[in-house]
């Protein structure tokens, strides 16, 4: 099972230390080398002529879906997601298990070339941009079993692998597409210290040929796969299955449009209702067995004593199903409320509802990523080459069972000066400049040059020898390029070479190994981010404007984070310098201290 993060004293965060917990934004991602040769070997040996062709048409199959879930009018969908229990039909709705690989997008060879193609570096970005932020922010949080619904040719197990390269023991892949599965075995092959993998085609299946005590999954994943299904029903089916199978953290991601901001919003209002239901029916069963047991101790029907065998029978009858709950020890004799309910662990900083829901607003996230040789081939639509990167944007929720930690908010005790007090402080003598110093370096260096005495420095002078050090500079340069323009042949024309392509096409295994051991080798960060209600997350770009920042920032209006508000938070150089440092060089997607 995975590894808990244990209760940790109280932080006490520095200015440096800051700017490290918040990052979170990943810079441009090149793909691992292993990823590219093997979609690389793929498309090779599937000989496609009219691949391009199929990525168009690919695309314009995502658009159809979209459409048909913009269908959904508003209201039915709030009341759905509000309580799927409301009418007779739901309920009944609700028992049928749901078909999926009957709806929505069916993936044939055809696709599923087109997918690896065009599609699957870019889902592997955003994967493991979120999965990193995930590994940042639980830093004991270590996944012995996964499970990868919707897995497609598998980039999101790429994704897994690389994040935690030596935790994964078991991984249960969900996916209905029987090409999609050749395809992601293809991909695999020849790939060393992999996990022990099981394919299946629906949950159902899996729930049917894995035992019951295995079906509880330290982590589990979701990535562009809801949105493919256009019944608001069925999905939220899905996802309580999903849960269900969880046994720690969820992951949902989709693409960044505002209907893949709609879908991530209507899954993290309802896992969040749900489990807020059933932590008021445990309060209110714990609250009314102890008081029926303190009845029956006052009439003298039972002993005065919390460990009696009759109190253990109802605890067990009464929480059996409760104690899956992680923490709880089954040898336990005390009847300790359990922590009960689910937190949001990113980007929410709270659980309370989204406050960009009637701003016309969406909240979506960036991911630049270095596109690969078979991008670069198969997705120009007209001919003209694309440019060497694309921006992958996608909308993400990450649960995690139990009750969100009550930590101290990072900016509590510490003080900041502002622009004023730091100049006050600054001693005379560090704004003086030794002019002797200079006279003796440069009057000895120019004695064989030309021009006025330089035994006198003036500002005429400096210029004049300034002038020069630029001039000898530029002459130099000049000829360099010219030596460098002689040497290279004139009528051959070196391609725009990228990184990917220099490693991608280099046939020696060794590097490849070493690329893999040094993305596992790669160290935590020092300080990171914890999981209260003290660090708002930066919505959209920062804008810099002379010595003020601009940032939209979704933040926690209380300590708790229950609540949460979106707000527009100017930060300037005269008011607080070393915040307003640290707005300069935060990214979308950053975390902010408050």
């Known amino acids: 099972m995975a590894a808990l993060v244990p209760e940790t004293v109280k932080r006490v965060f520095t200015y440096e ?26 498309l090779r040996e599937q000989e ?15 658009c159809e879906i979209k459409d048909v879930n913009l269908q959904l009018t508003t209201s039915t969908s709030k009341e759905l997601v509000e309580d799927p229990f409301k009418s007779l039909e739901g309920s009944k709705r609700w028992k049928i298990k749901s078909a999926y690989g009957d709806i929505g997008l069916k993936y044939l060879d055809d696709e599923t070339i087109a997918y690896v193609a065009s599609r699957m570096p870019a889902v592997y970005s955003a994967c493991y941009r979120v999965l990193k932020e995930v590994r940042r922010r639980l830093p004991g949080f270590s996944p012995a079993r ?33 090409s999609m599965q050749r395809a992601g075995q293809s991909l695999i092959h020849g790939v060393k210290n992999l996990p022990l993998i099981h394919s299946f085609d629906s949950i159902q299946s899996l729930s049917k040929n894995v035992k019951k005590s295995e079906r509880e999954h330290d982590l589990v994943i979701a990535s562009y796969v809801l949105g493919e299904i256009p019944s608001l029903q069925d999905r939220i089916t ?69 460990g009696s065998a009759l109190y253990q029978l109802i605890s067990k009858i009464i929480f059996q199903k409760f104690r899956k709950s992680k923490g709880l020890d089954q040898e336990s004799k005390d009847l300790v409320p359990l922590n009960a309910g689910a937190f949001v662990v990113a980007p929410c900083p709270h659980d309370g509802p989204c406050p960009l829901e009637k701003t016309g607003k969406y909240c979506h996230f960036v991911q630049r990523l270095e596109r690969t040789s078979s991008q670069r081939a198969y997705k120009r639509s007209k001919g003209d080459p694309l440019r060497g990167y694309e921006d992958e944007k996608f909308c993400y929720v990450v649960f995690r069972r139990g009750q969100r930690p009550q930590e101290p908010w990072p900016l509590d005790g510490m003080e900041f000066e502002n622009l004023k ?7 005379p003598e560090d704004l003086e400049i ?48 010219k030596m460098q323009t002689v040497d290279a042949p ?34 935590d960060e020092p300080v990171w981010a914890d999981l209260g209600g003290g660090w708002g997350r930066i919505i ?33 150089k005269s008011k607080n310098p070393t915040l307003h440092h640290q707005a300069r060089r935060s990214l979308w997607g950053d975390l902010w201290p408050f």
């Not at 230390?17 to 793929?42: D, E, F, H, N």
């Not at 007090?421 to 001693?427: C, L, S, V």
């Not at 110093?437 to 009057?443: F, L």
């Not at 020696?508 to 690329?515: G, L, Q, Y």
Request: hydrophobic share 40%; net charge negative; glycine share 6%.
């Open 421 to 427: 007090e730091r100049h006050a402080r600054r001693k």
């Open 540 to 572: 959209f770009s920062p804008v810099r404007r002379g010595r003020q920042v601009a940032m939209d920032v979704c933040r926690s209006t209380k300590r708790d984070g229950s609540e949460g508000a979106f707000e527009h938070i100017v930060v300037t």
């Open 48 to 62: 496609e002529p009219f691949l391009r062709r199929k990525v168009l048409r690919l695309s314009s199959s995502f």
């Open 146 to 178: 996964v499970l990868d619904f919707g897995a497609g040719a598998g980039s999101a197990f790429w994704a897994l692998r690389d994040v935690w390269p030596d935790s994964l023991e078991r991984v249960n892949l969900v996916e209905p597409s029987q």
């Open 238 to 306: 899905i996802v309580r299955q999903l849960w269900d199978l969880t046994g720690d953290v969820l992951v949902l991601i989709e693409p960044g449009t505002p209907h893949g901001y709609r879908i991530i919003s209507q899954m993290r209002s309802h896992i969040l209702w749900m489990e807020k239901r059933v932590n008021v029916c445990y309060n209110l069963t714990y609250y009314l067995m102890n008081h029926l047991y303190m009845m029956l101790m006052i009439c003298g029907k039972v002993p005065w004593n919390k």
């Open 17 to 42: 230390t800051l700017r490290s917990a918040a990052r979170q934004s990943q810079g441009c991602l090149v793909v691992p080398v292993r990823l590219r040769r093997a979609i690389k070997k793929y």
């Open 434 to 481: 030794d002019l002797g110093m200079s006279a003796s370096i440069v009057i000895p260096c120019c004695e064989v040059s030309c021009g006025p005495d330089f035994g006198e420095i003036t500002f005429y002078n400096m210029v004049f020898y300034y002038s020069l050090i630029i001039l000898f500079f530029g002459m130099w340069v000049e000829d360099l390029i």
């Open 490 to 523: 004139s009528e051959v024309k070196d391609p725009v070479l990228y990184e990917s392509d220099i490693v991608e096409n280099d046939t020696d295994d060794e590097v490849i190994d070493n690329e893999e051991g040094r993305g596992g080798e790669e160290e």
